[in-house]
Protein backbone atom coordinates (compact mmCIF):
# COMPACT_ATOMS: atom_id res chain seq x y z
CA UNK A 1 0.00 0.00 0.00
CA UNK A 2 1.00 3.06 -1.03
CA UNK A 3 -0.05 4.89 1.99
CA UNK A 4 2.31 2.94 4.18
CA UNK A 5 5.38 4.13 2.25
CA UNK A 6 7.48 6.70 3.46
CA UNK A 7 8.51 9.36 1.32
CA UNK A 8 10.91 12.21 1.73
CA UNK A 9 11.71 14.99 -0.79
CA UNK A 10 14.32 17.42 0.42
CA UNK A 11 14.18 20.70 -0.93
CA UNK A 12 10.75 23.33 -1.00
CA UNK A 13 11.15 25.35 -4.26
CA UNK A 14 8.92 24.92 -6.78
CA UNK A 15 10.39 21.96 -7.82
CA UNK A 16 10.79 19.77 -5.03
CA UNK A 17 7.04 20.87 -3.66
CA UNK A 18 5.62 19.72 -7.22
CA UNK A 19 7.21 16.18 -6.45
CA UNK A 20 6.23 16.16 -3.22
CA UNK A 21 2.67 16.90 -4.65
CA UNK A 22 3.06 14.37 -6.93
CA UNK A 23 3.80 11.44 -4.37
CA UNK A 24 0.95 12.81 -2.49
CA UNK A 25 -1.83 12.48 -5.48
CA UNK A 26 -0.62 9.04 -5.91
CA UNK A 27 -1.94 8.11 -2.39
CA UNK A 28 1.30 8.04 -0.48
CA UNK A 29 2.08 10.16 2.18
CA UNK A 30 5.64 12.48 1.93
CA UNK A 31 7.13 14.83 4.25
CA UNK A 32 9.03 18.08 2.54
CA UNK A 33 11.85 19.01 4.43
CA UNK A 34 13.07 22.42 3.78
CA UNK A 35 14.85 25.46 5.72
CA UNK A 36 12.51 27.32 6.56
CA UNK A 37 10.01 27.30 9.19
CA UNK A 38 7.30 30.24 7.98
CA UNK A 39 7.26 28.35 4.78
CA UNK A 40 6.36 24.76 6.43
CA UNK A 41 3.90 26.29 8.40
CA UNK A 42 2.19 27.62 5.44
CA UNK A 43 2.04 24.06 4.11
CA UNK A 44 0.81 22.54 6.96
CA UNK A 45 -2.01 24.98 7.45
CA UNK A 46 -3.09 26.92 4.73
CA UNK A 47 -1.54 23.78 2.04
CA UNK A 48 0.47 26.58 -0.39
CA UNK A 49 3.62 27.41 -1.01
CA UNK A 50 3.05 31.33 -2.13
CA UNK A 51 6.24 31.70 -2.91
CA UNK A 52 7.10 29.64 -5.58
CA UNK A 53 3.94 28.24 -6.72
CA UNK A 54 1.56 31.27 -6.25
CA UNK A 55 -1.77 29.94 -4.19
CA UNK A 56 -1.86 26.61 -6.24
CA UNK A 57 -3.43 24.50 -3.40
CA UNK A 58 -1.25 21.85 -2.47
CA UNK A 59 -2.99 18.07 -1.59
CA UNK A 60 -3.71 17.95 1.92
CA UNK A 61 -1.37 14.93 2.63
CA UNK A 62 1.90 17.32 1.77
CA UNK A 63 3.63 17.42 5.15
CA UNK A 64 6.16 19.58 5.51
CA UNK A 65 9.28 19.67 8.27
CA UNK A 66 12.34 21.84 8.90
CA UNK A 67 13.74 18.35 10.77
CA UNK A 68 15.72 16.44 8.19
CA UNK A 69 16.69 13.48 10.63
CA UNK A 70 12.99 12.80 10.99
CA UNK A 71 12.50 13.17 7.08
CA UNK A 72 14.62 10.63 6.10
CA UNK A 73 14.85 8.19 8.83
CA UNK A 74 13.48 5.17 7.40
CA UNK A 75 12.39 6.63 3.90
CA UNK A 76 11.71 4.28 1.28
CA UNK A 77 12.82 6.26 -1.50
CA UNK A 78 14.46 10.15 -1.06
CA UNK A 79 14.20 12.88 -3.63
CA UNK A 80 16.89 15.53 -3.45
CA UNK A 81 15.72 18.69 -5.02
CA UNK A 82 18.33 21.07 -3.36
CA UNK A 83 20.52 23.61 -5.78
CA UNK A 84 23.49 21.64 -7.22
CA UNK A 85 25.87 24.11 -4.62
CA UNK A 86 23.63 22.51 -1.43
CA UNK A 87 23.38 18.91 -3.05
CA UNK A 88 26.84 17.55 -1.34
CA UNK A 89 26.21 19.59 2.13
CA UNK A 90 22.41 17.76 2.40
CA UNK A 91 24.24 14.24 1.57
CA UNK A 92 26.22 14.78 4.56
CA UNK A 93 23.87 16.24 6.93
CA UNK A 94 21.27 12.68 5.99
CA UNK A 95 24.48 9.96 5.81
CA UNK A 96 24.43 9.55 9.05
CA UNK A 97 20.40 8.75 9.35
CA UNK A 98 19.70 7.52 5.99
CA UNK A 99 18.93 3.39 5.75
CA UNK A 100 20.73 1.23 3.22
CA UNK A 101 17.51 0.54 2.07
CA UNK A 102 16.43 3.74 0.97
CA UNK A 103 16.76 4.51 -2.87
CA UNK A 104 17.72 8.36 -3.35
CA UNK A 105 16.88 10.26 -6.06
CA UNK A 106 18.16 13.58 -7.28
CA UNK A 107 16.16 15.69 -9.37
CA UNK A 108 18.42 18.72 -9.47
CA UNK A 109 19.56 19.84 -13.11
CA UNK A 110 22.84 21.05 -12.53
CA UNK A 111 26.93 20.07 -12.02
CA UNK A 112 29.08 20.31 -8.65
CA UNK A 113 31.77 22.97 -9.42
CA UNK A 114 34.23 20.65 -7.45
CA UNK A 115 35.62 18.42 -9.94
CA UNK A 116 33.19 18.16 -12.58
CA UNK A 117 30.54 15.82 -10.63
CA UNK A 118 26.91 15.28 -11.39
CA UNK A 119 24.41 14.83 -8.57
CA UNK A 120 24.08 11.26 -9.32
CA UNK A 121 28.20 10.98 -8.52
CA UNK A 122 27.51 13.44 -5.24
CA UNK A 123 25.23 11.45 -3.75
CA UNK A 124 26.78 8.21 -4.58
CA UNK A 125 30.22 10.09 -2.97
CA UNK A 126 27.93 10.62 0.04
CA UNK A 127 25.97 7.67 0.04
CA UNK A 128 27.86 5.13 -1.43
CA UNK A 129 25.33 1.52 0.23
CA UNK A 130 22.16 3.26 -1.40
CA UNK A 131 20.95 2.65 -5.11
CA UNK A 132 20.43 5.98 -7.03
CA UNK A 133 18.35 7.23 -9.39
CA UNK A 134 18.21 10.54 -11.64
CA UNK A 135 14.61 11.93 -12.50
CA UNK A 136 14.72 14.34 -15.70
CA UNK A 137 12.58 15.47 -18.76
CA UNK A 138 10.56 18.43 -19.91
CA UNK A 139 8.83 19.09 -16.15
CA UNK A 140 7.73 23.19 -16.05
CA UNK A 141 6.86 22.78 -12.78
CA UNK A 142 3.51 25.05 -12.78
CA UNK A 143 2.19 22.77 -15.41
CA UNK A 144 2.79 19.78 -13.67
CA UNK A 145 0.32 21.36 -10.15
CA UNK A 146 -1.89 22.49 -13.07
CA UNK A 147 -2.62 18.23 -13.85
CA UNK A 148 -1.39 19.33 -17.27
CA UNK A 149 -0.24 16.43 -18.86
CA UNK A 150 3.29 15.76 -18.95
CA UNK A 151 6.31 13.05 -19.10
CA UNK A 152 9.27 12.32 -17.45
CA UNK A 153 12.26 10.11 -17.14
CA UNK A 154 13.82 8.00 -14.36
CA UNK A 155 17.68 6.78 -14.90
CA UNK A 156 19.16 4.02 -12.26
CA UNK A 157 21.16 1.21 -12.40
CA UNK A 158 18.28 -0.41 -9.99
CA UNK A 159 15.54 -2.03 -11.22
CA UNK A 160 13.62 -1.92 -7.97
CA UNK A 161 14.47 1.84 -7.96
CA UNK A 162 12.88 2.85 -11.30
CA UNK A 163 9.56 0.51 -10.81
CA UNK A 164 9.71 2.36 -7.37
CA UNK A 165 9.65 5.68 -8.72
CA UNK A 166 7.01 4.62 -11.47
CA UNK A 167 4.83 3.65 -8.81
CA UNK A 168 4.51 6.62 -6.35
CA UNK A 169 4.83 9.12 -9.65
CA UNK A 170 2.98 7.88 -12.49
CA UNK A 171 -1.12 9.17 -12.34
CA UNK A 172 -3.45 10.02 -15.23
CA UNK A 173 -1.83 13.28 -16.03
CA UNK A 174 2.19 12.07 -15.07
CA UNK A 175 3.94 9.31 -17.09
CA UNK A 176 7.36 8.21 -16.25
CA UNK A 177 9.53 6.60 -18.59
CA UNK A 178 12.45 4.45 -17.50
CA UNK A 179 16.64 4.72 -18.87
CA UNK A 180 19.79 2.97 -17.50
CA UNK A 181 22.21 5.90 -18.90
CA UNK A 182 22.10 7.63 -15.92
CA UNK A 183 24.62 10.22 -16.99
CA UNK A 184 23.25 10.51 -20.61
CA UNK A 185 19.56 11.62 -18.63
CA UNK A 186 20.84 13.74 -16.30
CA UNK A 187 23.24 15.74 -18.58
CA UNK A 188 20.55 16.43 -21.09
CA UNK A 189 18.43 18.07 -17.85
CA UNK A 190 21.90 20.73 -17.16
CA UNK A 191 23.21 20.90 -20.15
CA UNK A 192 19.90 22.23 -21.80
CA UNK A 193 19.55 25.17 -19.50
CA UNK A 194 22.83 26.42 -21.70
CA UNK A 195 21.17 27.10 -24.31
CA UNK A 196 17.60 28.28 -23.02
CA UNK A 197 19.43 31.05 -22.07
CA UNK A 198 20.86 31.13 -25.65
CA UNK A 199 16.39 30.85 -26.89
CA UNK A 200 15.78 33.41 -24.80
CA UNK A 201 18.22 36.22 -25.69
CA UNK A 202 16.98 35.18 -29.48
CA UNK A 203 13.59 35.54 -28.58
CA UNK A 204 14.27 38.95 -27.14
CA UNK A 205 15.85 39.96 -29.96
CA UNK A 206 13.00 38.34 -32.01
CA UNK A 207 15.03 36.50 -34.39
CA UNK A 208 13.29 34.79 -36.44
CA UNK A 209 11.59 30.95 -36.48
CA UNK A 210 14.36 29.67 -38.46
CA UNK A 211 17.20 31.10 -36.95
CA UNK A 212 15.50 29.55 -33.35
CA UNK A 213 15.04 26.29 -34.82
CA UNK A 214 18.87 26.34 -35.99
CA UNK A 215 19.80 27.29 -32.46
CA UNK A 216 17.87 24.29 -30.62
CA UNK A 217 18.98 22.01 -33.29
CA UNK A 218 23.01 22.71 -33.05
CA UNK A 219 21.90 23.27 -28.67
CA UNK A 220 21.40 19.26 -29.58
CA UNK A 221 24.06 18.10 -31.63
CA UNK A 222 26.44 20.70 -28.84
CA UNK A 223 24.48 18.29 -25.80
CA UNK A 224 25.37 15.16 -27.40
CA UNK A 225 28.60 15.58 -28.56
CA UNK A 226 29.45 16.73 -24.74
CA UNK A 227 27.85 13.68 -23.26
CA UNK A 228 28.86 11.56 -24.98
CA UNK A 229 32.64 12.66 -24.25
CA UNK A 230 31.45 12.14 -20.49
CA UNK A 231 30.16 8.07 -21.44
CA UNK A 232 26.41 9.03 -22.41
CA UNK A 233 24.67 7.27 -25.10
CA UNK A 234 23.72 9.59 -27.54
CA UNK A 235 20.14 7.87 -28.63
CA UNK A 236 19.22 8.96 -25.07
CA UNK A 237 19.06 12.85 -26.51
CA UNK A 238 16.62 11.97 -28.91
CA UNK A 239 14.43 11.27 -26.08
CA UNK A 240 12.39 13.41 -23.48
CA UNK A 241 15.53 14.23 -21.01
CA UNK A 242 16.84 15.50 -24.34
CA UNK A 243 14.86 16.53 -27.11
CA UNK A 244 12.10 16.87 -24.91
CA UNK A 245 13.30 18.92 -22.46
CA UNK A 246 15.24 21.20 -24.77
CA UNK A 247 12.22 22.32 -26.46
CA UNK A 248 10.18 23.12 -23.94
CA UNK A 249 12.86 25.11 -22.00
CA UNK A 250 13.97 26.96 -24.91
CA UNK A 251 10.42 27.64 -25.91
CA UNK A 252 8.65 28.42 -22.61
CA UNK A 253 8.35 32.07 -20.76
CA UNK A 254 7.95 29.41 -17.70
CA UNK A 255 11.80 28.14 -17.66
CA UNK A 256 13.91 30.43 -14.93
CA UNK A 257 17.07 29.84 -17.79
CA UNK A 258 15.20 31.41 -21.03
CA UNK A 259 13.86 34.28 -18.42
CA UNK A 260 17.28 35.48 -17.75
CA UNK A 261 18.28 34.92 -21.34
CA UNK A 262 15.18 36.60 -22.42
CA UNK A 263 16.42 39.76 -20.01
CA UNK A 264 20.14 39.76 -21.09
CA UNK A 265 18.22 39.76 -24.62
CA UNK A 266 16.61 43.07 -23.53
CA UNK A 267 19.92 44.67 -22.51
CA UNK A 268 20.14 43.84 -18.48
CA UNK A 269 23.34 42.94 -17.15
CA UNK A 270 23.84 38.98 -15.86
CA UNK A 271 23.23 40.20 -12.03
CA UNK A 272 20.13 42.66 -13.10
CA UNK A 273 18.47 39.57 -14.70
CA UNK A 274 19.35 36.90 -11.75
CA UNK A 275 18.24 39.63 -9.38
CA UNK A 276 14.97 39.79 -11.06
CA UNK A 277 14.43 35.90 -11.44
CA UNK A 278 14.71 35.70 -7.39
CA UNK A 279 15.54 32.16 -8.04
CA UNK A 280 18.19 30.03 -9.04
CA UNK A 281 19.06 29.89 -12.82
CA UNK A 282 21.37 26.66 -13.36
CA UNK A 283 22.36 27.40 -16.41
CA UNK A 284 24.43 29.95 -15.82
CA UNK A 285 26.56 28.25 -13.46
CA UNK A 286 26.45 25.17 -15.65
CA UNK A 287 27.74 27.42 -18.52
CA UNK A 288 31.19 27.92 -16.98
CA UNK A 289 31.76 24.52 -15.98
CA UNK A 290 30.99 23.54 -19.30
CA UNK A 291 32.81 25.56 -21.55
CA UNK A 292 35.99 25.56 -19.08
CA UNK A 293 35.34 21.34 -19.38
CA UNK A 294 35.25 21.46 -23.49
CA UNK A 295 38.46 23.43 -23.80
CA UNK A 296 40.48 21.12 -21.23
CA UNK A 297 38.98 17.81 -23.21
CA UNK A 298 39.25 20.24 -27.16
CA UNK A 299 34.97 19.55 -27.71
CA UNK A 300 33.62 21.84 -29.92
CA UNK A 301 30.75 24.01 -28.18
CA UNK A 302 31.12 26.99 -30.64
CA UNK A 303 26.71 27.90 -29.15
CA UNK A 304 28.11 27.88 -25.59
CA UNK A 305 31.02 29.56 -26.01
CA UNK A 306 29.79 31.86 -27.62
CA UNK A 307 27.13 32.81 -24.97
CA UNK A 308 30.07 32.75 -22.03
CA UNK A 309 32.07 34.93 -24.22
CA UNK A 310 28.80 37.61 -24.25
CA UNK A 311 28.10 37.12 -20.75
CA UNK A 312 31.00 37.14 -19.68
CA UNK A 313 33.63 38.88 -21.54
CA UNK A 314 31.58 41.74 -23.18
CA UNK A 315 31.63 40.29 -26.57
CA UNK A 316 28.24 42.05 -28.55
CA UNK A 317 25.90 39.60 -29.74
CA UNK A 318 26.28 40.91 -33.53
CA UNK A 319 30.04 39.96 -33.53
CA UNK A 320 29.79 37.06 -31.82
CA UNK A 321 26.62 35.65 -34.50
CA UNK A 322 29.49 36.50 -37.28
CA UNK A 323 32.02 34.46 -35.77
CA UNK A 324 29.54 31.44 -35.28
CA UNK A 325 28.24 31.84 -39.07
CA UNK A 326 31.49 31.91 -40.15
CA UNK A 327 32.70 29.40 -37.61
CA UNK A 328 34.34 25.86 -39.21
CA UNK A 329 32.31 23.61 -40.49
CA UNK A 330 30.60 20.06 -39.25
CA UNK A 331 28.78 17.21 -40.76
CA UNK A 332 24.74 17.97 -39.88
CA UNK A 333 24.37 15.16 -37.51
CA UNK A 334 26.83 13.21 -35.96
CA UNK A 335 27.11 9.57 -34.67
CA UNK A 336 24.93 8.29 -37.63
CA UNK A 337 25.23 4.62 -38.06
CA UNK A 338 27.27 3.84 -41.15
CA UNK A 339 25.58 0.81 -43.27
CA UNK A 340 28.21 -1.15 -44.86
Known amino acids: ?4 LKI ?27 RSQDRADEINQQHKNSYYLADFKLNPHVKATTDIDQAVIDAHIVFV ?12 KISNVISAQTMVVSVTKGIESTGFKLMSQVLKDELPNNAIGVLSGP ?17 SEDLQLIESVQSVLQSNYFRVYASQDIFGVELGGALKN ?43 FLGLAGVGD ?13 QVGHAIGNGQTLKQATEQLGQVAEGVNTLKLVV ?22 GISVSEMVEQLMMGEQSQDVEFLLHQK
Open 1 to 4: MKEA
Open 8 to 34: AVLGGGSFGTTICNLIAESGARPTLWL
Open 81 to 92: AVPSHSCRSVSQ
Open 139 to 155: NLAVEIVQRQLTGTVIA
Open 194 to 236: IYAIISGMAAAMELGDNTRAMLMTRSLAEMSRFAVSMGANPLT
Open 246 to 258: LIVTCSSSLSRNY
Open 292 to 313: DKAKENDIYMPLASGLYDIIFS
